[in-house]
């Protein structure tokens, strides 16, 4: 097949469209940016594409709850195609808003029996909006976004990002599964909730990204759009010669690798 075609959507308030298309168009894929109402007036409108990405931003300036809008329009409409594109092997990405987004649809997480989620993003304990660059690691996941990750340093910009699950069985058969595929980490990777700035949220056992069962749908906090050359990176001179490119490449270039082998 040719360069995958990437599905970008946008909605009021999303901002960070433009820069995630082109991250994807620079790993080799083929990004169009879509506005929600064109999706919603055509729910398989992205059949024809391989990755669907929620970028970041505030979409409809996180009325409610942090992009309870958006998933509330595709659990009402989308909700059929959305799983028709899953079940087809192919890709999905949410980045902080976009995250709020897929965990809140429910497409990222599987419901309880009685239809309750078993997981959300929280306001941060600090209850602030947060912003500034953290480290990162890949924990023992079969996440296709981080084939190949160990460690990463990426930039998050969020209020609500504190990822809470309904008790610690939910959450100990999530790690079991591999799901709490992307952690905040200091020089350890450790279920014990780091402190603040570590873990600049709160997050139950520092959870930054969260995958699903399959590892094709994928939401994360920190925002690796904003770090794909080494140039982003606030100490980018020390790290020169020592890195090709930013650290959040990767998940882009893993995404188009995807459906080259």
């Not at 990222?108 to 009685?114: H, M, P, Q, R, S």
Request: with cysteine.
């Amino acid at each position: 097949m040719g360069r995958p075609r990437v599905f970008i959507v946008r909605a009021p308030g999303t901002n960070c469209d433009m820069e995630t298309a082109y991250a994807f168009e620079k790993a080799g894929a083929a990004p169009e940016v879509f506005h929600l109402n064109r999706w919603l007036e055509s729910p398989h409108r992205a059949d024809d594409f391989q990755i669907i990405c929620f970028p970041g931003g505030f979409s409809f300036g996180d009325d409610v709850a942090a992009g309870r809008m958006v998933a509330a329009r595709m659990q009402r409409l989308l909700q059929d195609a959305l799983r028709s594109f899953v079940d087809q092997d192919r890709l999905v990405l949410g980045i902080c808003n976009g995250f709020q987004i897929l965990i809140k649809s429910g497409l990222l997480l599987k419901n309880d029996e009685e239809g309750r989620p078993v997981a959300t993003l929280d306001w941060n304990d600090h209850g602030r909006y947060e912003d500034r660059w953290v480290k990162t690691a890949a924990d023992r996941t079969h996440c296709v976004f981080l084939r190949g990750v160990e460690r990463m340093e990426l930039p998050i910009a969020h209020a609500e990002g504190k990822f809470a699950a309904v008790n610690q069985e939910t959450l100990n058969t999530l790690k079991a599964n591999g799901q709490l595929a992307l952690r905040y980490v200091d020089d350890r990777l450790t279920d014990e909730v780091l402190p603040f700035p570590v873990n600049p949220n709160g997050s139950m056992m520092n959870v930054a990204g969260v995958c699903d069962e399959t590892g094709r749908v994928f939401g994360l906090m920190p925002h690796p759009e904003r770090h794909i050359d080494v140039t982003h990176h606030p100490a980018w001179t020390r790290r020169r010669g020592h890195c090709e490119q930013g650290d959040g490449m990767v998940i882009f270039e893993n995404a188009v690798e995807y459906f080259e082998s």
